[in-house]
């Protein structure tokens, strides 16, 4: 399954570090950070796919704490 979601990061490096730690997540197969879109695009596996965006968020708020990601 694959979503896009809507991201508040701050900055270009910002976002890169947010992708490579959301590509480390188990259950993730791709991800993708646009700083200047200020999207995110996250491939997982369907039947964990919540669980695994929870996950996700906290891997993005580890990078940057006060980033805001819409999963509604």
Same mark, same amino acid.
């Not at 947010?18 to 993708?32: N, Q, R």
């Given at each position: 399954?694959?979503?896009? /979601?809507?991201?508040?990061?701050?900055?270009?490096?910002?976002?890169? %570090?947010?992708?490579?730690? $959301?590509?480390?997540?188990?259950? $993730? $197969?791709?991800? &993708?950070?646009? /700083?200047? &879109?200020?999207?995110?695009?996250?491939? *997982?596996?369907?039947?964990? /796919?919540? *669980?695994?965006?929870?996950?996700? $968020?906290?891997?993005?708020?580890?990078?940057?704490?006060?980033?805001?990601?819409?999963? %509604?």
């Amino acid at each position: 399954m694959k979503k896009k /979601f809507k991201i508040e990061v701050d900055c270009a490096n910002c976002a890169a %570090k947010m992708e490579e730690a $959301v590509k480390k997540v188990p259950g $993730v $197969v791709d991800a &993708t950070v646009s /700083f200047m &879109t200020q999207k995110l695009a996250v491939e *997982a596996e369907d039947g964990r /796919f919540d *669980a695994i965006m929870q996950d996700v $968020v906290k891997a993005c708020k580890k990078v940057e704490p006060d980033c805001e990601i819409y999963l %509604k």
